[in-house]
C-alpha cells in the first residue's frame, strides 16, 4: 500500500515549488538580457527591452497566483537583488499583505529606502491593527512619517496599538468587534447584523455591554437562531466570559485560547470597557513565533538573522556563542587533562568518557525543556517546582540505573574488566542525577536573574554533563581502577 504524504508535507512541497518557479523565471530573465545586450545593436536594444518587459509580464502573473504568505516565503528565501526584482513586481494593492507575512529582517529590507508616502499607500488597505505591527517594525523617524500621511482615524488606532508594549494583548488587538446592549431584543441584534454585513473574521459571538459599554457577557450567535426573536439579550447571554486586559501578557492569551478553545475573546481596559479583540490569528502568530525564537535561540541565533546578511555581519552573530562553547569545552579538556595519568594506565577510559557526557546532556536535555514549557505556561510554582525535582530525580535514578547496568554489560563484554563495567555504570547513574537537578535548577534561576533560560539553559547544561561527567567517571576510575 503507498503511502500519502501528508496535507503539510503536500503545501511545503508547493512552497519549494513556487520558489524553484520564480528563481527560474529570474534567471531565464536574466540570461536572455544578458545575451540580447551583447548583440550591440539598437535593434537588438529594442529587443532587449521587449524581451525583459516579457519576463517580468510572467514573472508578476506568477507572483499574482500566489497567496501573500506563499509570497512571502518566496521573497525570504531568495538573494538580496533577486529579492528586490520579486518584490517590485508585486502588485502595490497586495503588498501590505506580503509586508505582514515577512520577517522583520526582510521587512525592513523591502522597505529600506522606500519615501514614507510609498510606505503609507502599501499598508493603507490594512486594518489599523496590521498597521501597528508593520509600523513596529520600522525606524522611528520612518514610522512616525508613515503616521502622518494616514487618516486620522486610522492615527488614533494605530497609535493606540502602539502605546501598548510588545507582548501585551492590547499590542495585538482588534479593533473590527460588535458590541450589543444587554436590554435590546434578539430580533434588533439580528438587525443590527444585517445592516452592518459583513461580520468580522473569526466572529462566533457578540460582546455584551451596558450603558457605559462596560462588559456583561458575550452573546452566541447560535442564540439568534434558535432563540425567540422578543428574547431578551441579557438573558440569553452568558455572564461568566473570557476576557483579557489591555496589559495582559500575551502569553496569558495563548494559554487561555488553548484551555477553551476559543476563537475569539474581548479585551477590555481598567473599567471594564471593551476596547477591543484578540483572534485566533494573532494567537497562531505568537505560537508560531515562539517556536521559531525558540528553535532559533537554542543555537544560539536571534530571530533577526538574515539568510543573505553578508558574510562578517554572520560570522560575527556567531562569535558570543561558539566563544562560550569553546570555553566550556576547554573546562572538559582540563577536567581530562587532570587526570591524564589515569587515561594513559587504562586507554578504554578515553573511549566510554563521550558516552557517559552524552548521555547525561540529552537526558538534561528533556528535563529543561520541561522546565522550560512549564515556566512559559505559568505552571510552575513553588510546590509543582518541589514536586517535579524529585520526579526528574527519581527517572534520572532510575534510567541510571536501567541504562548503566546496559552500558557496564556491554563494557563487560568487550573489556573483559568487572571492576570497570561497575565503574561506568555507576559513572552513568551519578551523571544522569546532575543532568536532571542543573536541568530542573538552571531555567528557573535564569528567570529569576532576568535572563533567557531558553539560550542559557544548555549552555550551563553542556558545561556540567560534561565536565561533571568526565571529573565522575575518571574520578571514580582513579579511586578504583588505578
Known sequence: MTAHPSGQNQHHHHLEKARTQVIELLSRQAVERDLVLRAGSRKQDVVASLVLRQQ????????????PADVAFVLEGLPPEAQRIAWSLVRPERRGAVLLETSDVVRRT???????????????PLDSEDIADLLASLPDDVRLKVLERLDQAEQTEVRSVL?????????????????VQEDASLETVQQLLRRRKPLPPHTTQLFVV?????LCGLLPLQKLVTEEPDALVKDMMTTDPVFFFTDDRLEQAVQSFERYNLISAPVVNLHRQVVGRVTVDSVVETINAQAQRQRLEEVGLSEDTDLYAPLRTSARARWQWLGINLFTAF?????????????VQLVALAALMPVVASIGGNAGNQTVALVIRGLALGQLGPNQLRQMFSKELAIAAYNGALWGAVLGTVTLLIYRNLALSVVVAAAMLLNLLVAA??????????????????????????AATDGMGFFIF?????????
Not at 514573472?59 to 497566483?65: I, K
Not at 523591502?110 to 493603507?124: K, S
Not at 451596558?210 to 462596560?214: D, F, H, I, K, T
Open 474 to 482: 575518571l574520578g571514580l576510575a582513579a579511586l578504583f581502577l588505578v
Open 210 to 214: 451596558n450603558r457605559p459599554g462596560e
Open 437 to 462: 537537578s542543573v536541568g530542573m535548577l538552571a531555567p528557573v534561576l535564569l528567570q529569576r536573574l532576568g535572563r533567557d533560560p531558553i539560550r542559557g539553559s544548555s549552555i550551563i547544561l553542556t
Open 110 to 124: 523591502l522597505v529600506a529606502g522606500l519615501p514614507a508616502e510609498d510606505i503609507a499607500q502599501v499598508v493603507r
Open 163 to 179: 502605546a501598548f508594549p510588545p507582548g501585551t494583548v492590547g499590542a495585538e488587538m482588534a479593533f473590527d468587534f460588535i458590541t
Open 56 to 67: 517580468q509580464t510572467a514573472l508578476e502573473q506568477r507572483l499574482a497566483q500566489f497567496h
Open 331 to 343: 573546562i572538559a579538556s582540563r577536567v581530562i587533562g587532570a587526570f591524564e595519568d589515569t587515561v
